[in-house]
Each structure stands twice: as C-alpha cells, then as structure tokens.
C-alpha cells in the first residue's frame, strides 16, 4: 500500500471509531505499531485534527471530512455482495432502505468501480423467512432502537404458553431463523426468543434505560465467560 493511500486509510478507520489504538490500525494496515505512530503525528503537522496520544489512543476532531465514497472495486462489491446476502431476510422498512442506500452509493462511484460492482457474480438464494416474521422484526427492531420495553406473547419449543415483559437488547439472525434477546422481567435474566414463536408483540408505554447487569454488554460478556467455561471441560 502506498503511503498516501495509507495516510487516506488512517483517517478513515479514526473517523469511524469513538476510540482507536495504534494497534487496532497496525492490525488492520499491517505495519508496526511504530509506523503507526509516525504516520499520526504527520497528519497531525498537517493539520488533521486528531486527538489523542500514543498508548491511549486517537479520535477525529469535531468538523473535519473527507470524501466518504473513495471505494475500490473490491469494496463496491463487497457491499452489494452484503446487500444482497441480507436483504432478503430484513424487515421491509430495513431492506427498503437498503435497496435505496445502495443505489445512491452506486450513483456516485467511478464509472468502472460502478461496473464491476452491478456485474458482481454472487447470488444469495434461498427460502426467506415467512413474511409475518419479517413484519414482528421490524417492530422488535425498533423497540430495541427506541428502548421501550416489549409485552411477548410467547409460545416455547414445546408450545408452552406465557406472558413476558422484555426490555429488547439486540436481533439476532442465525441463518434460518431470528431471535429476540434481551432482559426478560418475569424471569430476572437473560431470555432469547425465535421470533417465530412470538404469537403477539406489543411496545409498552415506559421506556428503559442501562442497568448494571441487564445491557447487552453484560450479555456478551455472560455467553462469553460460559463458552469459555465449556471449552475448559474434558
């Protein structure tokens, strides 16, 4: 990679981040943590506002840009190939959306970039979910955006019948079928849902806000710590 194209990079993988370590951009330029450095403080005698020090990390300055469609031609394909893998099993306001945000990057990259990214070979067939599952998705998936509690009527495996309150934490999709976690009150502790089991879904008038060992942060850190634990076993 040239420098230039380097230094291009550099600002770009900061811009996108609250917080990023010389590391993380070593790792994902493939140069020493030391060119890194050298390469941060050049920008900075440029005039790049970016904050930070080594060992701590860095973050872009309030009003500074670049143009944000500079894509190769991988990159061009690379998002209409995750377009087209996703698409078909989003919710209809999602993949609208989707199909609208591609084609206004489409409409502005180079005319070779554009090409080989329309022409790209790749196909994601398949069965999609049934349509009432897409449609309880995109009110679970803004239930989790706008942190309002969920009133499930839930039915299990087994076809057990109940009635949950959840504070919806993240939409999980695992191939065939979607998942609803989050903090289920009747059960003070983490629940997953298939979303095809859901019989009825409902956004309850109070909100929530994060509570210490209720996040999906706490979560991840719960199904990490366990698989941790189960790879330990003989």
């Known amino acids: 990679m040239r420098r230039a194209d ?12 609250r917080l990023t370590t010389a590391s993380f951009l070593a790792q994902r ?6 060119t890194v450095y050298r390469d941060v403080a050049d920008l900075q005698r440029q005039g790049v506002p970016i904050d930070g020090e080594a060992g701590v990390g860095y973050r872009l ?15 061009a ?7 087209r893998i996703a698409q078909p099993s989003l919710d209809p306001a999602l993949a609208a959306a989707v199909d609208a945000a591609l084609g ?27 349509a009432a599952v897409l449609q309880q998705l995109q009110l679970l998936r803004e239930a989790v955006r706008d942190r309002v509690r969920l009133q499930l009527s839930y039915r299990d495996e087994a076809g057990r019948a109940s009635e949950r309150t959840v504070r919806p934490l993240g939409c999980f999709f695992w191939g065939q079928v979607w998942t609803l ?3 289920c009150e009747v059960r003070e502790d983490f629940r997953t849902f298939r979303v095809d089991r859901i ?7 109070q909100g929530f806000r994060d509570e210490p060992g209720k996040t999906l942060a706490d979560l991840f850190r719960r199904t990490e710590a366990e698989m941790r634990a189960a790879s330990c076993r003989p």
């Open 181 to 183: 976690a989050g903090w």
């Open 199 to 205: 019989v009825s879904a409902a956004h309850c008038a």
């Open 77 to 83: 394909q690379a998002l209409v190939a995750a377009a």
């Open 61 to 75: 300055g309030a009003g500074f840009d670049l143009p944000p469609l500079m894509f190769t031609h991988e990159e």
């Open 104 to 130: 206004k990057i489409l409409s502005v990259l180079p005319t070779g970039a554009r090409a080989a990214a329309e022409g790209l070979a790749l196909f994601a067939p398949g069965q999609r979910p049934p």
């Open 29 to 34: 330029l493939e140069v020493s943590e030391r």
């Open 6 to 17: 380097r230094l291009f990079h550099i600002v770009q993988l900061i811009r996108g981040r």
